[in-house]
């Protein structure tokens, strides 16, 4: 599976932009789906994950409430929503996939893993 993330820029304090990870690969729609962040100096952190299907998300406790994970199976892409966005949310966002269709929050239990697109939340 090769990831594609893209959607970040420079935002606004409350502002909602869109994330999106476009897949290729026969094994995208069984695979489970994560989105991890990392701001400098800082190690990678967990924001959320969904399972192959849709029916399963969790989210980090900093986000809880503010983004929502979803897929297409179909488009063979995945999104991020993030809504009312802080400064601290500013960081590198990387979208990740599994081999496994299950969620996992552990970064070291992904095997692929896009580029990243950058975030920058101004106040």
């Known amino acids: 599976v090769q990831l594609q993330a893209s959607g970040g820029g420079l935002v606004r304090a409350g502002g909602s932009p869109r994330l999106s990870c476009a897949a290729s690969g026969r094994t995208f729609s069984s695979s489970a789906l994560g989105w991890f962040r990392q701001a400098p100096g800082k190690e990678r952190e967990f924001v959320a994950v969904i399972n192959w299907n849709g029916a399963s998300t969790y989210y980090g406790d900093s986000v809880k409430g503010r983004f929502i994970i979803s897929r297409d199976n179909v488009k063979n892409t995945g999104y991020l929503q993030m809504n009312n966005l802080k400064p601290e949310d500013t960081a590198l966002y990387y979208c990740?996939?599994?081999?496994?269709?299950?969620?996992?929050?552990?970064?070291?239990?992904?095997?692929?893993w896009g580029q990243g697109t950058q975030v920058t939340v101004s106040s």
């Open positions: 990740a996939a599994r081999t496994y269709s299950s969620p996992s929050t552990s970064t070291n239990t992904y095997a692929y």
